[in-house]
């Protein structure tokens, strides 16, 4: 932690204030001393939908099933998750899926993840469901550059909200990159002295924010995107989304630090926090282009009730005991419920061609 914040400063003293995309980049990607390179922060940090039931992974599977049919059931089709966590999606995921006759044979596995330490828990998740289900080896890669052998179907839970987004601040002089200074205490975030050109986009429902007001832009996620609107629309196939952010593109500060289950400041000690900001989906549904339809943004809990998670939730219950059934009650209200993770969580489904995909 300490030699990270070294290089920040190094960094800053050399370049000058550096952008919160470029801090956040460092923080948690930093090939030695990243949040995500040292360490499986799962259930430490946070927890995942996947994390928090079986069935979320399970309707996954089924939904790609279903986009699977609609797509003409092609022998061979690359169904990729964006990072992937520990494997439980995927593994969920592909046992659910493993009854649709044809589909284990067909899938080819691709794992996009960066972390090493992340690779090493999914391998070890994934082997026994491959093994036992008929799949091929999962191949893992670590940029989406990589992908090919289309048609595609993709998933990215939880995966937009850790890129690093820009952030800026509505002054009388018009907007203002935030970046990270280093003084006397500490590192500082301050608007830059210079207003944004032109030729940067803050229009829309920014273009009328007052002033102090703070906007967010993700360029990372509306370039990945794109890249995968472009390769479904050549090739045929989803991509499902599901992240916790807002519908409409809105100012508002959302970056976020957590270690150990508490908030902590943005900028203390980088390298040892998780640090997000909420997904604006209206943004990466604008990233659909000819040949490739956006459906409306729903919420996790319509998303998921609609797949049929309450029904799933009562078949495992026939079999469980009192306290499993407490067990799976407890999980279908924190995935679905309104003060839970049912509305704070959005699902943005983007497909190729005529497929209407279930739960939006």
Known sequence: MTDLLDIIRDEIREAGPMPVSRYMALALGHP????????????????????????????????????????????????????????????????????????????????VETSPVLTRVQQATLEPVVSKYGYMQPEWLTSIDALSEGPFIIIANEFFDALPIRQFVKMETGWHEQCVIDTNTGLALVPSPV??????SLAGALAKAPTGAIAELCPAATAITSDLCSRIANTSGAILIIDYGYERSAAGDTL??????TYVPVLDQP????????????????????????????????????????????????????????????ALHRLTDREAMGTLFKVLAITAGRIEPAGV
């Open 195 to 200: 207003p944004l050109r032109e030729d940067v």
């Open 32 to 111: 030695e001393h990243g949040y995500y390179t040292r360490q499986d922060p799962l259930g430490t940090d946070f927890t995942t939908s996947p994390e928090v039931s079986q069935m979320f992974g399970e309707l996954i599977g089924a939904w790609a099933a279903d986009v699977w049919h609609q797509i003409g059931q092609p022998k061979s089709f690359s169904l990729v998750e964006l990072g992937p966590g520990r494997g439980t999606l995927m593994a969920d995921a592909l046992r659910a899926a493993s009854g649709q006759p044809g589909f284990a044979a067909a899938t080819r596995i691709k794992l």
């Open 256 to 261: 976020q630090a957590m270690r150990s289950g």
């Open 271 to 330: 390298g040892s926090a998780d640090l997000t900001a909420h997904v604006d989906f209206q943004a990466l549904a604008d990233c659909a282009g000819e040949g490739v339809s956006a459906h409306p943004v729903t919420t996790q809990g319509k998303f998921l009730l609609r797949l049929g998670l309450a029904q799933r939730a009562e078949m495992l219950k026939q079999a469980a005991t009192p306290d499993q059934a407490q067990t799976i009650d407890a």
